[in-house]
């Protein structure tokens, strides 16, 4: 455990393990940051603990005790830890750490007087605009049996910051669209690639933000270390709809893609035969109600105003983020 002392240029990142934790904790040990990686449940691969300046440490964020400790000398706050799922059986567990994690670091971040804190929600808590209009950072959430779970934890989440921010806590927010890049094949956006490699035929007609993981974890570094602060962000490279995505992995893996369109009907039956089957037989479950219905709902993002804010940054064409990914996912598939 860590013990108290002074401001030591400390960077600390919460979910440090986890997708966009792994690849910012490798930006900022490239940089030359010392970094406290935190986690809370399995250690990520010897590759990471191995990097230079970045020390891990198994924390529960829920504690106060043990968030007051993790926090103790530390400069700036990376908070990326979030529970991500559209399972029923989360819901109560995501509101809760979602919400109270947040708070706490919130709280010690004020107490401790860190320099600036910086927190990734998500585009799934900006409220949703009438006819399809652009959806920007001023948009307000309401309530709707529309919004899932996920989308309402970092709702109140992102709440708890902005409560910071009044009370003194320079912090800024981002919110990411559907963050694509090198990871875990099994598990969350990554493992679009896989079933893409499967030759896995439908498609929905939805259309959302997508971004890179590598200009998420550049915009936070830059925002982190510019003088912005109460503001929030839309992270997002473009709008695309899942068939062109699906297509573009498709064509970069040397396999056929989706071509047969997955109506709303169709996808109400798939996620109700897939929570049947999960109940008779367990195993994981494939597509929910919440999963399906974002599949198939038409978002369009406005990403202007982190440009207006960044004059510098640009975002990576989305053709050369999946080219690169699926470069990975076939080097990995191949080992």
């Known amino acids: 455990m860590i013990g108290q002392h002074l401001k030591e240029n400390i960077t600390l990142v919460t979910g440090a393990s986890g997708f966009v934790g792994q690849h910012l904790v490798r930006l900022l040990s490239a940089k030359g940051y010392t970094v406290r990686a935190l986690y809370n449940s399995h250690l990520p691969s010897n590759n990471l603990q191995q990097l230079p300046g970045v020390s891990w440490h198994k924390y529960d964020l829920l504690d106060i005790f043990e968030v007051e400790e993790a926090m103790a000398g530390v400069e700036d706050v990376y908070h990326c830890a979030a529970i991500v799922s559209f399972h029923p059986k989360d819901k109560g567990g995501m509101l809760h750490f979602n919400v109270e994690s947040t708070a706490n670091i919130v709280n010690q971040a004020l107490e401790q007087r860190i320099r600036k804190m910086m927190f990734v929600s998500s585009i799934a808590s900006l409220g949703r605009t009438q006819h399809n209009a652009p959806i920007t ?37 981002v919110n990411p ?12 956006s990554a493992r679009l690639m896989k079933v893409v490699d ?47 995505v699906f297509t573009m992995m498709a064509q970069a893996l040397g396999k056929k893609p989706p071509h047969i369109k997955a109506s709303p009907f169709m996808t ?48 990576t064409p989305m053709q050369q983020t999946i080219a690169r990914m699926a470069a990975a996912y076939q080097l990995d598939a191949n080992m």
């Open 137 to 173: 950072e001023e948009e307000q959430w309401e309530e709707s049996k529309y919004n899932s779970v996920y989308s309402l934890s970092k709702h109140n989440a992102e709440l708890e910051v902005w409560r910071g921010m009044a009370e003194g806590l320079d912090a800024v927010v």
């Open 177 to 188: 669209g559907i963050i694509l890049g090198e990871g875990n094949w099994d598990e969350g």
């Open 198 to 244: 499967s030759e896995f035929p439908f498609y929905t007609q939805g259309i959302n933000g997508w971004v890179d993981v590598q200009d998420v974890v550049n915009a936070m570094y830059l925002l982190m270390q510019s003088d912005i602060t109460e503001e929030r962000f839309i992270l997002s490279a473009g709008n695309f709809g899942y068939h062109e």
């Open 268 to 315: 109400g039956l798939v996620w109700r035969f897939s929570m049947l089957k999960h109940k008779l037989a367990g195993g994981g479950l494939t597509i929910t109600r919440e999963t399906a219905r974002t599949s198939q709902s038409i978002n369009n993002y406005d990403n202007s105003k982190l440009l207006k804010f960044l004059p510098g940054f640009s975002y």
